[in-house]
């Protein structure tokens, strides 16, 4: 491999994650010296500022015409949130899940998931789609900003003690360098790490979809990674969760969203992705609902689950890429036994779940 090619694809992986960490410091103080509620700047600045990189990524690739790397970034990114982080976080501590993600976060992430389904079938995303899904993502975050007024003290107390450190006076001046510094970094850390990615795909005969699928998207949750562990690590209320289901909303309605919006022209969506991995995104999505209802609680039982369906579909990629002969056996395996043994229990947990919880109390 070209010795400069790796070098330009890992320099703008870490640039990337470093502008991440500089955008969300510094924009989330200077919103708290202007006195912005910490839960609103939790919610907003932090919460997109983790996916800055699949942003930044996505909307570079789709105005270089990779349209693949666009499409795959987003959807490897939502299928390696839920099963990958969510699956260590888990196994590092029982995750409490809050009721208002299951009512509602959880179940707009599936409706997203299955709208963008509805987009792509047609073979690409037009503009006019892109700019509805850009619009969801204002929507959400005026209704965000909203519910945020009628959190009580107790997560308003979390939230100010996670997000808003006052800058010292006269620090506003070095926050916007930072929030300045980090965007300058986000550009041109998409545009080397495209520029590599693209170049090791061709190098090695890999599409460019798997290389967003799995490298890039893996990359661009950094942030989301070291969110979410950190906080399962600390032993945090539900951030770890929420910062995975709000990302991944984020990713289709922002970054796609935008991605198509800004496009010279519609994004082309290979058929691979509609009739498998776009499928998978919905299916880890809807997948999300019958273990948040056992007990709100994900166990580490089932944070093994996710982790291992994520090395079992990473698995059939790189098989499936290579044409190995394998495949076939493993996809039996995977469709006719694992998968259905997997949703029956999930059900039978739901239902029993479902009931415990529905019986009057004495």
């Known amino acids: 491999m070209d010795i400069v090619t790796l070098i330009l694809f890992l320099a703008g992986l870490v640039f990337l994650v470093a502008g991440a960490e500089m955008l969300v410091k510094g924009a989330s103080r200077i919103a708290a010296a ?4 910490p839960l609103v700047i939790g919610l907003t600045v932090v919460a997109f500022g983790t996916s800055a990189p699949e942003m930044a990524v996505s909307v570079q690739s789709s105005l270089e015409g990779q349209a693949d790397i666009a499409i795959g970034n987003v959807v490897g990114s939502n299928i390696f949130n839920v099963l990958f982080i969510l699956g260590i976080s888990a196994i590092i501590t029982p995750l409490i899940v ?6 509602l976060d959880v179940p707009l992430m599936i409706a997203v998931s299955i709208l963008t389904y509805g987009f792509a079938y ?6 006019w789609e892109g700019i509805v899904l850009f619009l969801g993502i204002v929507a959400y975050t005026v209704f965000l900003i909203r519910q945020s007024r009628k959190e009580n003290k107790e997560i308003q107390a979390e939230y100010a003690k996670e997000f808003s450190e006052k800058p010292k006076p006269g620090a506003i001046g070095f926050q916007i360098v930072l929030v300045i510094a980090g965007l300058a970094l986000l550009v041109v850390g998409s545009d080397w790490l495209v520029a590599g990615a693209v170049a090791i795909a061709k190098l090695f005969g890999v599409s460019e979809l798997i290389i967003g699928l799995t490298i890039i998207a893996a990359g661009t949750s ?4 070291a969110t979410s562990i950190i906080a399962a690590i600390r032993g945090e209320r539900d951030i770890a969760v929420g910062n995975v289901v709000g990302s991944n909303i984020f990713n289709i309605l922002a970054v796609l969203g935008l991605s198509a919006t800004v496009a010279p022209q519609a994004i082309p969506v290979a058929p691979s992705a509609i009739s498998f991995d776009i499928v998978v995104m919905i299916a880890v999505a809807v997948a999300c609902l019958p273990i948040f209802f056992t007990g709100n609680i994900i166990a580490r039982w089932e944070g093994f689950v996710f982790l291992a369906y994520y090395i079992a579909y990473t698995l059939f990629l790189i098989l499936n890429t290579t044409g190995h002969d394998a495949l076939p056996r493993f996809s039996i395996i995977m469709m006719e036994f694992v998968i259905p043994i ?18 009057p109390a004495r």
Not at 34 to 37: A, Q, W
Not at 98 to 103: F, M, V
Not at 342 to 359: E, F, G, M, P, Q
């Open 222 to 225: 950094l942030p989301e990674v």
């Open 34 to 37: 202007l006195g912005i509620s």
């Open 122 to 127: 047609d073979g690409q995303i037009q503009r």
């Open 98 to 103: 809050q009721q208002q993600l299951i009512r």
């Open 342 to 359: 997997t949703a029956l229990t999930l059900a039978i947990l739901a239902v029993r779940s479902y009931r415990k919880n529905s019986k």
